[in-house]
Every structure is written in structure tokens, then in C-alpha cells.
Nanobody, 125 residues
Framework: QVQLQESGPGLVKPSQTLSLTCTVS??????????WNWIRQPPGKGLEWMGV???????YYNPSLKSRTSISRKTSKNQFTLELSSMTTEDTAIYYC?????????????????WGQGTQVTVSS
């Protein structure tokens, strides 16, 4: 079973860039049909898909966040990362890394198979 673990700062100041890392164990980020997502949930709101990096390194982003989001990977460490720039209090949320086994042709996951435990990120001065 794929296991994922998020790491990064719990507190970010407004206007700063958030950097989170997801470490994948018991599985490879370069495996066929393996897609690695970032999802977040602001307090009192639903889940928001942010973007995905594929097993071959292709990336797709939620259009609403695309201008501020960058997803990359470190294959030697079996990790993938999220950077979100120009943080505001609206970006306060629990951030999850999630593995999917299938994407639509436009890059949206059709299902979420394995979840990290999530990491709380608070934006405050």
C-alpha cells in the first residue's frame, strides 16, 4: 500500500511562498499509472484539488490556482513538492498529498486512492 507523508512549515507570513514536500514510501513516483496530487481543505470548506504531477513528470493545475502554483518532483528521493506563492489568509488550510491511479485527458484525477495524513498551514503575520 502506498504511503505518503507531507512536511513543511506550519506557519507562513502573508505574501510569502509556501513550500511543501511529500515523501512517498512503499511505491515509486515513476511507476506506471501513478499520479501525485496536492489537495487542500480550508476551515469549514470542501476539498480543493490544486494540481498533479504524473509519473513521467507532466503537470496539470487547477486553473483557479495555476498562476501561483508549481509542482515538481525529486525522483532520487521519491518526493514531490508544492510551491504556492503570494500566500494570503485565504490559503490557510490543511494540505494533503494524494496518489491517484487515473487522470482524465485534461489532467483531472478520476479518483483518489491513497492520502497522506495532511499538514496544517496557517497564514498569519
Amino acid at each position: 500500500q502506498v504511503q505518503l507523508q507531507e512536511s513543511g512549515p506550519g506557519l507562513v507570513k502573508p505574501s510569502q511562498t509556501l513550500s511543501l514536500t511529500c515523501t512517498v514510501s512503499v511505491g515509486s513516483i515513476t511507476s506506471n499509472n501513478a499520479y501525485w496530487n496536492w489537495i487542500r481543505q480550508p476551515p469549514g470548506k470542501g476539498l480543493e484539488w490544486m494540481g498533479v504531477i504524473t509519473n513521467s513528470g507532466g503537470v496539470y493545475y487547477n486553473p483557479s490556482l495555476k498562476s501561483r502554483t508549481s509542482i515538481s518532483r525529486k525522483t532520487s528521493k521519491n518526493q514531490f513538492t508544492l510551491e504556492l506563492s503570494s500566500m494570503t489568509t485565504e490559503d490557510t488550510a490543511i494540505y494533503y498529498c494524494v496518489a491517484s491511479g487515473e487522470l482524465t485527458t485534461s489532467g483531472w484525477p478520476t479518483r483518489y486512492d491513497y492520502w497522506g495524513q495532511g499538514t496544517q498551514v496557517t497564514v498569519s503575520s
